[in-house]
């Protein structure tokens, strides 16, 4: 039964085979690929459809003419989202201002925020922080420039659309469990260029770059989301080592991952939805990489899956906070000691909303596994080894086309008990 099951999920037998295939020599090989001008030939969407519409008072353009509502925005029934919500206000709210004081912190005071972090993940396997050191300017100037950027006409924005060769830039019809997201995207890598594998097959020992695509517009854009990049990778490392000491573990045992990350950000924009009911924004879903950093704006609608009773809870926003999310790897790594939970986005019927997510992600030559210092004979490792990089080169296929199978998951690395 197992054996069949695994048959029909897409990449499983390809990376269970290529779990060799990536060695600490990153850079053999290197394919090029550079930036070139989009069409409107992609197949998936037919563009010639896609037209702006009024909602309210102000132009959107949104990442489809709805109509009724297109079929491929539409959830299962089970999976609906409630108009009314539970407010989660258990959602731990962390001050990290231990750790960025100039004054000295006690032994006690730093231990106590410790334990603090490691509490959040295993009950919650979110957290938001406050004093985390962010400049606010920086966040605010990402914040307009991504605006103006979503503003313009779709045909100025497809300029830089994203495809499967360009993986990074503008796109507007990404899925999620097979369901069309109601959103725009813009995304950019942290290092330029990034290192990956050349495809998801495991024969295939070559690799290639991601290169960002930057529109001309606003001219701003690309070094104020290049800025702010660097803050979140300096956020996250501090999240890290709080983590890592949270498991017992030296402050810098995950450091030697990101040598060569492949971490990147994603600015959102979520137009007004006519039918909140029924779709939204990101479908449910766990977030792949080691950690997630969240900047949400007043509007809200991020929900999370409440691992005590399985309840839906949306987090509220706080003005100047970063909401904190363990991803998968984070997951295998502690061995299941803390989990990686599931989440969605709702849709607002009447107000856009943008979110800045930033993804820190290893190397992709980085074998992820539960770490020896947290395994032994009465607590033996629950998954088995697998390849980051072509782990996120075969889930990311799924982002271009709706496929019949299911994608690849951490827990078809688990181990039998």
């Given amino acids: 039964m197992f054996i069949a099951k695994r048959k029909n999920i897409l990449g499983i037998e390809q990376i269970n085979s290529a779990m060799q295939a990536q060695t600490s020599q990153p850079y053999k090989n290197i394919k090029k690929t550079y930036p070139s001008p989009h069409t409107n030939s992609y197949k998936t969407v037919k563009h010639a459809e896609i037209k702006p519409i009024t909602l309210s008072t102000k132009k959107y353009h949104p990442p489809i003419t709805m109509g009724e509502v297109d079929p491929a925005f539409i959830q299962e029934p089970e999976h609906r989202p409630r108009i009314s919500y539970i407010e989660g206000k258990g959602v731990p709210l962390i001050d990290l201002a231990p750790i960025l004081s100039s004054n000295n912190v006690s032994a006690i005071e730093f231990e106590g925020l410790v334990k603090e972090v490691g509490n959040a993940c295993k009950d919650w396997g979110f957290f938001q922080v406050i004093s985390h050191g962010v400049p606010l300017e920086k966040r605010q100037k990402i914040d307009g420039a991504s605006r103006k950027f979503f503003a313009q006409s779709l045909e100025e924005k497809r300029k830089v659309r994203r495809n499967e060769k360009e993986v990074t830039g503008y796109f507007d019809a990404e899925h999620t469990k097979n369901v069309r997201d109601w959103k725009e995207v813009f995304d950019f890598t942290i290092e330029e260029p990034t290192i990956v594998p050349a495809s998801h ?61 492949t971490s990147f950000m994603r600015v959102n924009h979520y137009p007004p939805c006519p039918t909140p009911e029924i779709a939204l924004g990101v479908g449910r879903h766990k977030d792949a990489g080691a950690l997630t950093i969240l900047a949400q704006d007043d509007v809200g609608g991020l929900e999370v899956k409440r691992k005590t009773d399985g309840e839906w809870v949306r987090v509220k926003p706080t003005p100047d906070t970063y909401i904190i999310n363990v991803g998968d790897i984070i997951q295998v790594w502690s061995n299941d000691r803390y989990e990686s939970v599931e989440h969605r986005v709702m849709v607002n019927s009447e107000r856009e909303r943008f979110s800045l997510p930033f993804f820190f992600n290893p190397a992709h030559y980085t074998m992820v596994k539960p770490l020896e210092e947290l395994t032994d004979e009465k607590n033996p490792a629950k998954y088995r080894t697998y390849n980051w990089g072509k782990f996120i080169t075969t889930k990311k296929r799924s982002n271009f086309q709706k496929l019949n199978v299911e994608n690849i998951q951490i827990y078809h690395f688990k181990i039998s008990d």
């Avoid at 702010?228 to 995950?254: H, N």
């Fill in 201 to 261: 097959e495991p024969d295939d020992k070559e690799v290639t770059e991601w290169n960002n695509q930057w529109p001309e517009y606003p001219p701003e854009l690309r070094e104020t989301c290049q800025e702010y990049g660097q803050e979140m990778v300096k956020l996250a490392y501090k999240l890290l080592e709080l983590i890592a000491l949270s498991l017992d573990l030296p402050a810098d045992r995950f450091h030697g991952f990101f040598k060569d990350q």
